[in-house]
Antibody, heavy 119, light 108 residues
Framework: QVQLQESGPGLVKPSETLSLTCTVSGYSISSGYYWGWIRQPPGKGLEWIGSIYHSGGTYYNPSLKSRLTVSVDTSKNQCSLKLSSVTAADTAVYYC????????????WGQGALVTVSS | EIVLTQSPGTLSLSPGERATLSCRASQSVSSSYLAWYQKKPGQAPRLLIYGASSRATGIPDSFSGSGSGTDFTLTISRLEPEDFAVYYCQQYGSSPWTFGQGTKVEIK
């Protein structure tokens, strides 16, 4: 069974870089699929942030592209997110998710990690 | 960017009743690339439907999706106690992929 688990700091200061890691179990990232991130600010809707294929192909949300880096470490079976120059608007629950086989929907999700941007 | 509007915001129903949730897109969703998810507090979101009408693995046939173009529907034929949750639609026909604001199905 595929399981995803997010980890990282729960509090980040404004203007700094938000960093999260997703550890995948039950499936080898190097076997395929895109792996990435979706977020939900408090009281707001979901937003697909970005995703990466094990060989390096990426999809980034155009609205975040200039601040975003998504990477993959196949040796650790992990996917990572870095979002620079954060503001309070980046406060959200961040979910790790796997892209579905036949399109850009998410067929597996992590439980989510709340990241608050505050000084 | 395609904006998805879900209605109603909250649906109050009793177990055993039928639930009909709507998702309307601001532009046509190409190839019916629309998905539905279920979200319960403290749990990971769960994929229910993709391609507008294909059930994901392990999803009971009480859940069905329909629609095309700009109007899509998720139907739960008979509500079980575990079906009370928030439901989101998502389009993936046009980048950026976008989600609706959600419909909460609550016990009446």
């Amino acid at each position: 069974q595929v399981q995803l688990q997010e980890s990282g700091p729960g509090l980040v200061k404004p203007s700094e870089t938000l960093s999260l890691t997703c550890t995948v179990s039950g499936y080898s990232i190097s076997s395929g699929y895109y792996w990435g991130w979706i977020r939900q600010p408090p009281g707001k809707g979901l937003e697909w942030i970005g995703s990466i294929y094990h060989s390096g192909g990426t999809y980034y949300n155009p609205s975040l592209k200039s601040r975003l880096t998504v990477s993959v470490d196949t040796s650790k079976n992990q996917c990572s997110l870095k979002l620079s120059s954060v503001t309070a608007a980046d406060t959200a629950v961040y979910y790790c998710a796997r892209k579905g086989r036949s399109g850009w929907y998410a067929d597996y999700w992590g439980q989510g990690a709340l990241v608050t941007v505050s000084s | 960017e395609i904006v998805l509007t879900q209605s109603p915001g909250t649906l109050s129903l009793s177990p055993g009743e039928r639930a009909t949730l709507s998702c309307r897109a601001s532009q046509s969703v190409s190839s019916s690339y629309l998905a539905w998810y279920q979200k319960k507090p403290g749990q990971a979101p769960r994929l229910l439907i993709y391609g507008a009408s294909s059930r994901a693995t392990g999803i009971p046939d009480s859940f069905s999706g329909s629609g095309s173009g700009t109007d899509f529907t998720l139907t739960i034929s008979r509500l079980e106690p575990e079906d009370f949750a928030v439901y989101y639609c998502q389009q993936y026909g046009s980048s950026p992929w976008t989600f609706g604001q959600g419909t909460k199905v609550e016990i009446k």
